[in-house]
């Protein structure tokens, strides 16, 4: 089996988020806000790891106990003469990979990732360290149970997925797709919603499925408000526990209980009690209510959010990852996307779909610029658009857009595009973070900002005028729509995530041409314009020829990333329609891409045009049928005929840069009881180092870690 994808080299690119002078700006009390939050959020991404692969628990022990025992630098005396200086950079790399993807299956993409180093240098390098020399039996033992999942690899576990197609820890290894849908529709007849659950199977004596479906919660006795004792369904068994993560929420509860002495103003105390409340009790709806509370709160100047919130990593699209994350506010280059937002109502005009499948009203978000401190989590996006989720919320009281401004200026300094001529590299390179900028704000918010879905209640009242609503494909009245109970996660499933990101990304590239909209980017130069557009539709082709199918697994032909699988269809749409040229120029080598930018705006933007508006309709009736029918046709990843994509992957693979590892900063209260930024240097030792001193209690942390190891193991480590 080729290892290229599943090793990360030791050239692995490695930043240092510079969030100083943004910090610097902040008053005492600001500061001490987000201390607790950052905090409160570091401790809830070990929750991440958890949700990444049955071993990660353990290995997070492992490596924290090694680097929390002894210094970068000692254990690299201790292992000098023992292994190459090439070895230990690349067990370095290797644990920076597994914290920054928060286990060892990638968070860009859902690989596993796999040391640079064989089995038996790294149990050198184990066996040097001070951890070992403390506790040789129990570090030993550790090693042990972990190193089968450090090196294993096989077409069972290279990958995320349900049983047989990968590894999960959202269902029981036993858990198929035939389980998971019928739990899915269990939860639909008792309107629940998967987003803080996980789901664990047993079988009886007599081969009955019982389903365990488990609650985040710091409580874990019942309580008939959030459990539900256990009743048989189809044949099979099924009850709501909670408990899940108890003993990580309280430390996440406890900072965020200390933020509260340091809120803004009382929106802000609201929303950390609800969400407090809802990481105690297993609460979704104080979740909900808390980000309604956050999503009122304009502008604040210490910019944070908490929960269980995408739904990427889930193989059928429906439990979200834990994230934490803070940051600080630019207001000076927020203003730029608050324009953008008071002109959105026209904008959505502008859109191929009719006004009667746009929301009633449009809630004008936030959109804000930020400098983050801590995105805690499996990645590090360079934008949001949240709560994504709550459906209901984001139609009714709005959301928040925010640019992640120095994640995008990290992302942006290291790219190379070598299936481009060179005159189309240098436009690249010249334009795609202007460019970039203006996608980003299209994409979140009139991308995840339109739309409506059409509903009815339980007692039969439409949120639409189904006598009257036509559907612009077929000419006839709108004749489907979301049942009670039915969200547009629990309809559209697995590819329910990388639709939507898909049809964002469409409604940028739509709107791109919109001479209103670049001027309120500071473009009006009508040569800067053409040459911007250009390369925003260059970057999306180049995006989804030259990079996406690294995310695709040719063994179970599935995609491992929501944004690669959407680039890739839009990339799709534009060599059907003519626009886009690709050719092998060197057999097995390389790729040239070229876009015709004559008929972007005519023949581009029709095709795009057509393609979003199926993609609109679909998602607004819940037509899942037609929907995936649609996105398996422009996201299959063809073996032969002129464009070979699943052989030119190799090529893909061959230039494929390293994706960059980003080094949060940490803080501290000094002794004069203020608020200090902890910084590291840019390389390997420095991101090693920010994790030692991430947690004040880190060998209470392995404790807890080990006992949610030993708690769940029985879920993956056998098929009872």
């Known amino acids: 089996?080729?290892?290229?994808?599943?090793?990360?080299?030791?050239?692995?690119?490695?930043?240092?988020?510079?969030?100083?002078?943004?910090?610097?700006?902040?008053?005492?009390?600001?500061?001490?806000?987000?201390?607790?939050?950052?905090?409160?959020?570091?401790?809830?991404?070990?929750?991440?790891?958890?949700?990444?692969?049955?071993?990660?628990?353990?290995?997070?022990?492992?490596?924290?106990?090694?680097?929390?025992?002894?210094?970068?630098?000692?254990?690299?005396?201790?292992?000098?003469?023992?292994?190459?200086?090439?070895?230990?950079?690349?067990?370095?790399?290797?644990?920076?990979?597994?914290?920054?993807?928060?286990?060892?299956?990638?968070?860009?993409?859902?690989?596993?990732?796999?040391?640079?180093?064989?089995?038996?240098?790294?149990?050198?390098?184990?066996?040097?360290?001070?951890?070992?020399?403390?506790?040789?039996?129990?570090t030993e033992k550790l090693w042990n149970e972990v190193k089968s999942g450090i090196f294993s690899l096989t077409d069972a576990n290279k990958s995320l997925g349900l049983k047989d197609h990968g590894i999960t820890t959202y269902f029981s290894s036993n858990c198929t797709k035939e389980d998971a849908d019928l739990v899915a529709d269990w939860m639909k007849q008792r309107k629940f919603e998967a987003y803080i659950c996980r789901t664990f199977k047993t079988v009886d004596q007599s081969e009955k499925a019982h389903y365990e479906i488990r609650l985040a919660s710091a409580e874990t006795s019942d309580n008939d408000r959030y459990t539900l004792p256990e009743e048989e369904w189809n044949g099979a068994y099924f009850k709501i526990t909670r408990g899940d993560y108890s003993e990580i929420l309280p430390f996440v509860n406890k900072y965020l209980e200390e933020a509260i002495d340091y809120v803004a103003n009382d929106g802000q105390k609201q929303m950390l009690s609800y969400i407090v409340k809802s990481f105690k009790d297993g609460d979704l709806d104080a979740h909900k209510e808390g980000s309604r509370y956050w999503v009122l709160d304009r502008v604040p100047a210490v910019e944070a959010y908490i929960g269980f919130m995408f739904t990427y990593r889930d193989p059928v699209g429906e439990r979200g990852e834990f994230f934490g994350w803070t940051s600080m506010i630019n207001r000076v280059l927020s203003e730029k996307f608050q324009n953008l937002v008071e002109n959105a109502e026209n904008f959505l005009e502008c859109l191929p779909w009719p006004s009667t499948f746009e929301k009633d009203v449009f809630s004008k978000p936030d959109f804000s610029y930020v400098d983050v401190m801590a995105f805690a989590g499996s990645s590090v996006p360079v934008g949001l658009s949240i709560p994504i989720t709550y459906e209901k919320l984001r139609h009714k009281e709005g959301f928040k857009n925010i640019t992640l401004g120095n994640v995008l200026k990290c992302r942006f300094g290291i790219d190379d595009y070598p299936f481009l001529t060179e005159e189309d590299e240098a436009l690249m390179k010249k334009y795609k973070e202007a460019a970039f900028e203006v996608q980003l704000g299209l994409h979140e918010l009139l991308g995840h900002g339109s739309g409506k879905l059409f509903t009815v209640d339980e007692n039969g009242k439409f949120n639409f005028n189904k006598d009257s609503v036509i559907n612009p494909l077929t000419n006839q009245n709108v004749d489907k729509w979301y049942q009670p109970g039915e969200t547009f996660d629990s309809k559209f499933k697995a590819i329910g995530s990388s639709y939507e990101e898909c049809r964002s990304e469409a409604v940028a590239l739509h709107l791109m041409f919109n001479r209103d909209i670049l001027k309120i980017f500071g473009h009006t130069d009508e040569t800067e314009i053409d040459n911007l557009i250009y390369v925003g539709w260059l970057m999306m082709a180049y995006a989804g020829a030259g990079r996406a199918t690294e995310m695709w697994n040719p063994s179970t032909k599935q995609w491992g990333q929501a944004h690669s699988r959407g680039r890739y269809a839009l990339m799709k749409v534009m060599l059907e329609s003519g626009i886009l040229e690709i050719k092998e120029t060197e057999p097995n080598k390389k790729l040239l891409l070229s876009l015709d930018r004559d008929k972007i705006e005519t023949v581009g933007r029709e095709a795009i045009a057509n393609f979003l508006l199926k993609l609109q309709v679909y998602k607004s009736i819940g037509d899942y049928e037609s929907a995936n029918e649609l996105y398996e046709k422009y996201s299959k990843v063809d073996e032969d005929g002129p464009h070979p994509f699943a052989k030119w992957r190799e090529i893909v693979l061959i230039n494929r840069k390293p994706r960059l590892i980003v080094i949060q900063s940490n803080s501290e209260i000094d002794s004069e009881g203020k608020v200090q930024l902890k910084t590291y240097e840019a390389n390997f030792d420095g991101f090693i180092n920010s994790w030692r001193e991430r947690f004040e209690n880190p060998q209470e942390m392995c404790e807890i870690m080990e006992r949610v190891w030993i708690k769940d193991k029985c879920h993956f480590y056998s098929n009872e």
């Open 1 to 138: 089996m080729d290892l290229r994808e599943f090793v990360l080299e030791n050239t692995t690119p490695i930043v240092y988020l510079d969030c100083k002078q943004a910090f610097d700006k902040l008053t005492d009390k600001e500061k001490n806000y987000l201390h607790n939050y950052t905090k409160a959020s570091y401790y809830g991404s070990l929750i991440s790891f958890i949700q990444s692969s049955p071993e990660s628990p353990q290995i997070f022990n492992l490596i924290h106990g090694i680097f929390t025992s002894e210094s970068v630098d000692s254990l690299r005396s201790a292992c000098k003469g023992k292994v190459t200086d090439e070895e230990f950079t690349s067990f370095l790399v290797y644990c920076c990979g597994f914290y920054s993807n928060a286990g060892n299956y990638k968070g860009f993409g859902d690989s596993k990732i796999l040391p640079g180093l064989d089995e038996d240098k790294m149990e050198v390098i184990i066996k040097n360290s001070k951890l070992y020399a403390s506790n040789k039996t129990k």
